[in-house]
């Protein structure tokens, strides 16, 4: 009979709890989204104080002659003039104009990270930080194609920001753009936030009329980007940059769901080659090298991964008139011996301007010596062309080879030729090569550190200049195989 009883209570209890649960459960679950809410209110204030003093202004100055600004009536009739009765043009106006634009500090000594459209052919730079101080910057770097600049304010003790690993972004993660959009940064110095997603990754905007350059491997993000804002931070949800902003989709409609920046990685390459002194290096030398790690150090038969690799030599340079080439390996520079990059770029920098130095390398698995003197390129080489000279191992297969197969992706890579469209319209004119269009998750390819929009010129020792070569060259192929890229000298794994 108890039993029964339990049975009876057991309907009308149910329901009530249910009754209970259903009419107040809305309220635990209001007040839950409701903390929520406050907590990512609160992360973002957070990173809003912490990074605004980080984030400037940036105005700059160009002089201009041009007859192109708009004309008045009488300016017009005194143009005519000018044709007509004098045989010649009107004397073109000389003028200013003003750029407007944001940046991040990245280190504490005043170097700041920008777009290079902004500074570009500026006669003055001024940067206003968060507090109002003004300073005026110099020009420490600059990457058209990537509209990349690194500027340099005199002053210490700066507030700055990390720079986060950008590779790992993924659609759906929270982001904020920070910058001064439609030159508020003239009336506050105090930055404007955003919010949004990474809508994509790895995206390309071509030239068109309105935008004079193409742009590779951008983030896509849904954050309001603005005019002004270029150059600005994006940042990750613990106040690190992740992006440069650079782009809004349209110059007629601003901040249209649709904005872009450069991922930080990308940034990376020329800061840190700044920051290393590797300018210095480029300037002196006219190289570019790279570290020698384990996987090229089986390549080259190299006992053990040390010295530096020779990966491009400007032929206007005391470099290639030494008798350097690309896959050069040194490992020494005068009776010193180089470690790795870092070691090889402090070692240069202590030589004397018109210092003969001797350089040991391994060309071949046979070393060398080869005498170099240090100093600027002559004004004869400087008028030569700024193409980067091959090396002996470039080689270049007869066009009546046979093809072999046409591999979908081949160690992970899928590829593309360049096509002169595509070449215009991301300022790679001259440019040879194929272009990797995807790179297959846990693949040899990935493992190597190839990337989407990296440009493929040699396979082992063969040059690629057409998809045709590329074929004939994997084909030709086995086991661990050398690629070299835009970014250096790459090994792919079996």
Same mark, same amino acid.
């Given at each position: 009979?108890?039993?029964?009883?339990?049975?009876?209570?057991?309907?009308?209890?149910?329901?009530?709890?249910?009754?209970?649960?259903?009419?107040?459960?809305?309220?635990?679950?209001v007040?839950?989204?409701?903390?929520?809410?406050?907590?990512?209110?609160?992360?973002?204030?957070?990173?809003?104080?912490?990074?605004?003093?980080?984030?400037?202004?940036?105005?700059?100055?160009?002089?201009?002659?041009?007859?192109?600004?708009?004309?008045?009536?009488?300016?017009?009739?005194?143009?005519?003039?000018?044709?007509?009765?004098?045989?010649?043009e009107?004397?073109?106006?000389?003028?200013?104009?003003?750029?407007?634009?944001?940046?991040?500090?990245?280190?504490?000594?005043?170097?700041?990270?920008?777009?290079?459209?902004?500074?570009?052919?500026?006669?003055?730079?001024?940067?206003?930080?968060?507090?109002g101080?003004?300073?005026?910057?110099?020009?420490?770097?600059?990457?058209?194609?990537?509209?990349?600049?690194v500027?340099?304010?005199?002053?210490?003790?700066?507030?700055?920001?990390?720079?986060?690993?950008?590779?790992?972004?993924k659609?759906?993660?929270?982001?904020?753009?920070?910058?001064?959009?439609?030159a508020?940064? +003239?009336?506050? /110095?105090?930055? #404007? =936030?955003?919010?949004?997603?990474?809508?994509? !990754?790895?995206? $390309? @905007?071509?030239?068109?009329?309105?935008?004079?350059?193409?742009?590779?491997?951008?983030?896509?993000?849904?954050?309001?980007?603005?005019?002004?804002?270029?150059?600005?931070?994006?940042l990750n949800?613990?106040?690190?940059?992740?992006?440069?902003?650079?782009?809004?989709?349209?110059?007629?409609?601003?901040?249209?769901?649709?904005?872009?920046?450069?991922?930080?990685?990308?940034?990376?390459?020329?800061?840190?080659?700044?920051?290393?002194?590797?300018?210095?290096?480029?300037?002196?030398?006219?190289?570019?090298?790279?570290?020698?790690n384990?996987g090229?150090?089986?390549?080259?038969?190299?006992?053990?991964?040390?010295?530096?690799?020779?990966?491009?030599?400007?032929?206007?340079?005391?470099?290639?008139?030494? +008798?350097?080439? /690309?896959?050069? #390996? =040194?490992?020494?520079?005068?009776?010193?011996? !180089?470690?790795? $990059? @870092?070691?090889?770029?402090?070692?240069?920098?202590?030589?004397?301007?018109?210092?003969?130095?001797?350089?040991?390398?391994?060309r071949n698995s046979?070393?060398?010596?080869?005498?170099?003197?240090?100093?600027?390129?002559?004004?004869?080489?400087?008028?030569?062309?700024?193409?980067?000279?091959?090396?002996?191992?470039?080689?270049?297969?007869?066009?009546?080879?046979?093809?072999?197969?046409?591999?979908?992706?081949?160690?992970?890579?899928?590829?593309?030729e360049?096509?002169?469209?595509?070449?215009?319209?991301?300022?790679?004119?001259?440019?040879?090569?194929?272009i990797?269009?995807d790179?297959?998750?846990?693949?040899?390819?990935?493992?190597?550190?190839?990337?989407?929009?990296?440009?493929?010129?040699?396979?082992?020792?063969?040059?690629?200049?057409?998809?045709?070569?590329?074929?004939?060259?994997?084909?030709?192929? $086995?086991?661990?195989?050398?690629?070299?890229?835009?970014?250096?000298?790459?090994m792919v794994?079996?």
């Open positions: 009979m108890l039993i029964t009883n339990e049975k009876r209570l057991g309907g009308p209890l149910a329901f009530f709890l249910f009754l209970f649960f259903s009419i107040l459960w809305p309220s635990f679950a007040a839950e989204t409701a903390d929520l809410l406050a907590e990512l209110e609160k992360a973002f204030v957070a990173i809003s104080e912490q990074a605004s003093p980080a984030i400037v202004s940036i105005s700059t100055e160009k002089t201009s002659r041009s007859d192109s600004y708009t004309k008045s009536p009488g300016e017009e009739i005194l143009d005519r003039f000018f044709r007509e009765f004098l045989y010649g009107i004397p073109r106006r000389k003028y200013t104009q003003i750029w407007l634009g944001s940046g991040v500090l990245v280190e504490k000594n005043g170097y700041i990270l920008t777009n290079e459209h902004i500074v570009a052919g500026a006669e003055k730079i001024t940067v206003t930080l968060s507090d101080r003004e300073f005026t910057a110099d020009i420490k770097g600059t990457d058209s194609r990537t509209d990349v600049a500027i340099k304010i005199e002053a210490e003790n700066l507030p700055c920001l990390a720079l986060a690993d950008s590779d790992g972004l659609p759906g993660q929270m982001v904020l753009a920070m910058g001064n959009p439609f508020f940064g +003239g009336q506050s /110095p105090k930055p #404007i =936030i955003t919010s949004g997603i990474i809508s994509g !990754v790895h995206r $390309s @905007l071509p030239r068109t009329a309105n935008r004079g350059r193409g742009y590779l491997n951008l983030i896509q993000t849904n954050a309001a980007i603005n005019p002004g804002n270029s150059g600005g931070a994006l949800i613990r106040g690190e940059i992740v992006g440069i902003n650079v782009e809004i989709f349209s110059s007629d409609v601003p901040a249209q769901g649709i904005g872009f920046a450069i991922p930080v990685n990308d940034t990376k390459v020329i800061l840190d080659k700044l920051l290393n002194g590797e300018e210095l290096l480029g300037k002196r030398l006219g190289i570019e090298v790279q570290d020698v384990r090229l150090a089986d390549y080259f038969k190299l006992r053990k991964p040390e010295g530096v690799l020779v990966s491009q030599v400007a032929k206007a340079g005391v470099g290639a008139r030494a +008798g350097l080439h /690309p896959e050069d #390996i =040194i490992i020494k520079f005068n009776e010193q011996k !180089v470690k790795n $990059s @870092l070691d090889f770029l402090k070692i240069v920098s202590r030589a004397k301007p018109d210092e003969t130095v001797k350089l040991k390398i391994i046979i070393p060398r010596t080869l005498k170099l003197k240090m100093g600027e390129p002559s004004s004869a080489e400087k008028k030569a062309p700024e193409s980067i000279a091959p090396g002996p191992n470039n080689i270049k297969l007869p066009a009546e080879s046979p093809v072999g197969l046409r591999f979908e992706q081949w160690r992970g890579i899928k590829i593309t360049i096509s002169d469209e595509f070449a215009g319209n991301f300022d790679l004119d001259n440019q040879q090569g194929v990797v269009t790179v297959a998750p846990d693949s040899p390819a990935e493992a190597a550190g190839i990337k989407i929009n990296d440009i493929i010129t040699q396979v082992n020792t063969l040059a690629i200049t057409t998809l045709d070569d590329y074929y004939r060259a994997i084909n030709a192929s $086995s086991g661990n195989v050398l690629l070299k890229t835009n970014r250096g000298y790459l794994q079996e």
